[in-house]
């Protein structure tokens, strides 16, 4: 995200103020679509990053609600069948389309080149 | 009538002065050049013209209208930035076409007036590449298209060439002046090249640390330098230190030379020679404002050779002369010669 900004040339937003855009048409037209990549990015990681997290989560669920790693933690102290695999795969699966839609949305390959 | 006036303009930032008391004006469809060092206050002024940086004390006009503290977008300026500064997102078409959608114009129009925008700077067919499928000098004309699309007041122009390789430099410089001249746009110029600065400029705004140093034609500034930084920075030049005697007419130096001069102030300690001014003679053939010299250096530099000569143990002056005149072995280092100065073309120059 910070990278993504830091991209953002300030004489790109001083064009556009000097061809007539006001300071919030300039951040609508120019700016916001130029960050949106690293925004986009930015969401995706801190989504997977946060899902995946156990430690954390273990101390801040609420009884009646849990996670996904909490319910695979609990089910795997008692029982020791495939399931855990299959959610796995499942949960791969699911990652991986989110990245592809994304990819199709902004391309995944230029943010990261950017970093 | 003016189209831009700066008075008593200052920029300070902290202790330092940017910008230090300018007062000019443009005149309609005149290009005008600030030209200094690095640093020395021709960019922020462009940028105070432009509404990016408010002056710190003064005024600006564009046109009737005071526009000291309004902001860019309502100022009907085109700016062309040093790196171009295209929106990367948005194709050719788009970046040509923004100033005109801000300015709610009907797509008809758009796409006629873009077409005609393109074709004046020769980009006809590249209306749907983005950006960066550009060369540097194909983006430069999409930025001076989209900066002339919208009929600005003023045209600014921050260092517009200094990211292209030289040839083409000097090619860019060549059609923006043509274009300048046939849209008959007010133009405002900031560079730190003299030579690009004598060749677009119909005049010239010498500056050094936040000072306005001298304006005038090119010419002007050529032959009448009014201080030895103007006279160092437009072309080459010999100083000459010593004292003006006759009501400024003759110059002497310590070291006993007696130059007959141009009319100048009888203040003068320095006496600026032009390089190209002095002429080479191989006896003194009884001549006013001949002196003897002996070559020190010989150098040849394409189209011109530059000699270095010493006049007497304190003076060097350095003279330049077509090279076809200077076939090797016709100078050559510790060969004496008498040098011949025109009078017309030495001037004296008073401490500031």
């Known amino acids: ?115 | 009538m003016a189209t831009v006036t700066l008075n008593h303009v200052s920029k300070r930032f902290g202790e330092f002065v940017a910008v230090d008391d300018f007062s000019l004006e443009v005149a309609e469809g005149e290009l005008l050049v600030l030209l200094g060092p690095s640093g020395c206050g021709k960019t922020t002024t462009l940028r105070m013209i432009a509404g990016f940086t408010d002056a710190s004390a003064g005024a600006v006009r564009i046109r009737d209208r005071d526009v000291t503290h309004e902001p860019p977008y309502r100022r009907n300026i085109g700016v062309v930035f040093q790196n171009y500064a295209l929106f990367p997102h948005l194709n050719v078409f788009e970046n040509v076409a923004f100033g005109l959608r801000r300015r709610r114009t009907a797509d008809e129009e758009i796409a006629r007036r873009v077409a005609r925008a393109l074709a004046l700077v020769k980009l006809d067919d590249l209306g749907q590449r983005l950006p960066r499928q550009l060369s540097g000098g194909q983006q430069q004309r999409v930025a001076v298209a989209r900066a002339l699309i919208i009929e600005p007041d003023v045209l600014l122009l921050d260092e517009p060439l200094s990211n292209l390789d030289a040839k083409l430099r000097h090619d860019v410089r060549q059609e923006l002046r043509r274009l300048q001249q046939l849209l008959k746009i007010t133009t405002i110029l900031v560079t730190h090249d003299q030579d690009e600065a004598m060749s677009m400029g119909d005049r010239l705004v010498v500056i050094e640390r936040g000072r306005i140093q001298q304006i005038g034609s090119p010419q002007d500034l050529y032959r009448t330098p009014r201080n030895p930084f103007v006279a160092s920075f437009i072309g080459q030049a010999n100083f000459i230190e010593g004292r003006s005697e006759r009501n400024g007419l003759l110059f002497v130096t310590p070291s006993g030379l007696s130059i007959a001069c141009a009319p100048s102030d009888a203040q003068a300690r320095t006496l600026m020679i032009r390089p190209e001014a002095i002429d080479l003679l191989d006896t003194s053939a009884g001549d006013a404002n001949v002196f003897p010299a002996t070559v020190e250096v010989v150098t040849y530099l394409g189209s011109t050779s530059e000699l270095t000569l010493r006049l007497t143990a304190s003076e060097t002056i350095i003279v330049t002369k077509p090279s076809s005149t200077a076939v090797p072995g016709n100078w050559a280092p510790g060969q004496h010669l008498y040098v011949r100065i025109d009078p017309s073309s030495a001037v004296g120059i008073a401490p500031e």
């Open chain 1, 1 to 115: 995200m910070t990278a993504n900004l830091v991209g953002v040339d300030r004489s790109v937003e001083e064009a556009a103020l000097s061809l007539g855009a006001s300071p919030l048409v300039a951040a609508l037209k120019v700016t916001l679509p130029l960050i949106w990549p690293g925004i986009v990015a930015a969401a995706m990681f801190s989504f997977v990053v946060s899902f995946g997290n156990l430690e954390i989560s273990l101390l801040l669920v609420t009884p009646g609600q849990t996670t996904l790693p909490i319910a695979i933690l609990q089910y795997l102290q008692w029982k020791i069948d495939p399931t855990i695999a299959a959610v796995s795969a499942i949960q791969i699966a699911v990652i991986g389309t989110g990245l592809l839609i994304t990819d199709r949305f902004v391309s995944l390959a230029k943010v990261v080149q950017r970093q």
